[in-house]
């Protein structure tokens, strides 16, 4: 009986903690408490992060935090093959993205936070040094669970595309009326003035053929 119960508040436990994980999204510090560097002097990482990466579970809305400086870079691509090559010069527009702090400065601290909104494959890489770091352990790769899906911060619709105002030599397009074509009410006035003109015009004339 103690056995059993001893079981029965082990898998109560259990299924509270599974609970609670799957209520809540993760931040992971990348490499712990080791960071995002790389060992110039040794041409090697700090830790071994595929090894990391290997002992975490990703979902959807996690984010990874890079803790890192200015001597490496971020790079989060869904190409396999840009990551297998450690190089961003045959990236595709929509599967591969650079991140950085703002600073361009040499060995300046930053933290780079990266969501994870893409399900399945992702990698991870720094390409400094000409894809060095990454070819000698600044670089590894992750499988993104479904989870909770993305939370609404990061569940936004794309931006419209940007149209271009039209420029100073552009036509105006053409005005419409209210209440359609004019009417013949209209015209008749129209013309009616115009004979007035003419009517007023030879009765001057005449008059003044008459003072001679």
Known sequence: MVINAVFSWTAVALLISTAAAATEYTNYTVGGDAGWFFHTATNTSVINYTSWAANQTFNLGDYLIFSTDTNQTVIQTFNETTFQSCSIDDESENDTFRYNGGSTAFSESQTIAVPLTEEGPNYFFSDANDGIQCQNGLAFGISVNHGLGLPPSLNQPPPPPYIEPPGPDAESPPVTIAGGSP???????????????????????????LRF
Not at 186 to 205: P, Q, T, Y
């Open 183 to 209: 009417s013949l009410q209209n015209g008749a006035l129209s013309l009616g003035a115009d004979a007035r003109v003419v009517l007023c015009a030879l009765i001057f004339g005449a008059a003044a053929l």
